[in-house]
């Protein structure tokens, strides 16, 4: 008969008074120099702590995803998948620079115009095109003559002296001035002018 020796080792438990500040287990995991370690004491993770860094790095790899991700969805904004606001080239156009031709009715404007009001006017393609352009770059409230975008919508196609078309480059422009105007308040019959 041979004889076998089995050599078992009995697994501790850890308990806090056995884990050092940083959360590892003491004494488990040493080297002595007598056996030769070029490390010396090695510290092995807790159970805990390994869940902790586990979780960390799966975090660190999502905020990547996730900021890769919004940089593609940005870039594919960007290309061309929005619709334009406008007919225009550059900023130039849009904010009536030096070479975009437009200015006001006669170039002469002393002082303040005549405040916009709200009528209805004549029906016809113009004032269709002008509402379909309005609504597709602002909101179908342009056609609620009672919004503030209505109004504004309603005094540029019916009362607006200079009479623009969807290709002007100021008519956007003026638009949202007169949204503006109508928003804090302007045309209503107490609002007392400029006096």
């Given amino acids: 008969l041979d004889l076998i020796v ?3 080792s009995v697994a501790t438990t850890v308990t806090p008074a ?3 500040q940083n959360g590892f287990q003491a004494g488990e995991g040493q080297h002595s120099s007598r056996r030769g370690s070029m490390w010396g004491t090695v510290k092995t993770f807790t159970r805990q702590r390994k869940i902790q860094l586990i979780l960390g790095v799966v975090i660190f790899l999502m905020m990547i995803i996730a900021g890769l991700l919004l940089v593609a969805g940005l870039q594919a904004t960007n290309s061309g998948s929005v619709p334009s606001v406008g007919p225009f ?3 130039d156009d849009i904010f009536g620079g030096e070479d975009s031709g437009s200015s006001d009715v006669d170039g002469d404007v002393d002082g303040p115009t005549v405040a916009p009001g709200t009528t209805s006017g004549p ?3 113009r004032r269709d095109e002008l ?3 309005l609504e597709d770059v602002s909101s179908p409230s342009v056609r609620d003559p009672l919004t503030p975008a209505g109004k504004a ?3 540029l196609i019916d009362e607006d002296m200079r ?3 969807a290709a002007d480059t100021s008519l956007l422009q003026r638009f949202g001035l007169a949204t503006l105007y109508f928003a804090t308040g302007g045309g209503t019959d107490d609002d007392g ?3």
């Fill in 6 to 8: 089995l050599h078992m």
């Fill in 153 to 155: 919508a309603h005094w």
């Fill in 193 to 195: 002018g400029w006096e």
């Fill in 18 to 20: 056995t884990m050092d």
């Fill in 163 to 165: 009479e623009l078309v």
């Fill in 131 to 133: 509402f379909d352009f």
């Fill in 89 to 91: 080239e550059s900023d």
């Fill in 123 to 125: 029906t016809g393609p």
